[in-house]
């Protein structure tokens, strides 16, 4: 995957409140083209290995169980400096700190239930588009 991509996923706190078309929304709206996408539900495995990175934290079997809860929409999106320009879309992972006009600061409902993931590098990028779908899926 070349670095103007970054991966995201509506995570199922949006879903169950009807966000996926607002957020899609405002992802295009801000140059964002989709080149991967589909709804989906995580496993227990999909999510343990997903967020492997966070398996010390005091928070991981809440994450993994709001996680697989219910369906996901998991996208690929490409933009000249998409990493970046996406975390700021998106905003702090707290929304109670993130800036006005952000996805979280309009959708998440908590620091946990936050609406949206976005991937926090290039590498990282890669190995989730990757983790989420083939190339014959990437568009
Ligand atoms: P992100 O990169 O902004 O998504 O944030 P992190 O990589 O730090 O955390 C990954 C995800 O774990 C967040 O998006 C939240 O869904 C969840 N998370 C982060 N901090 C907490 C916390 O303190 N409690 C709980 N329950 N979940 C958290
Ligand atoms: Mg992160």
């Not at 992802?27 to 492997?52: C, H, N, P």
């Not at 993994?64 to 490409?78: H, Q, S, Y």
């Not at 926090?120 to 989420?132: C, P, Q, R, T, Y």
């Amino acid at each position: 995957m070349s670095t103007n991509r970054t991966f995201t996923m509506i995570k199922p706190d949006a879903v169950e409140n009807g966000h996926i078309g607002a957020i899609l929304e405002k992802i295009t709206a801000s140059g964002f083209k989709i080149v991967a996408m589909k709804y989906t539900q995580l496993s227990l495995r999909d999510a343990q290995e997903f967020y492997g990175i966070h398996r010390e934290r005091p928070f991981f079997g809440e994450l993994v169980e709001f996680m697989t809860r219910g369906p996901i929409v998991a996208a690929i999106l490409e933009k000249e400096n998409a990493v970046e320009d996406f975390r700021a879309l998106i905003g702090a992972t707290n929304p109670a700190e993130a800036a006005e006009g952000t996805i979280r600061k309009l959708f998440a409902t908590d620091i946990a239930e936050n609406a949206v993931h976005g991937s926090d590098s290039d590498e990282n990028a890669a190995i989730e588009g990757a983790f989420h779908f083939s190339g014959r899926e990437i568009y």
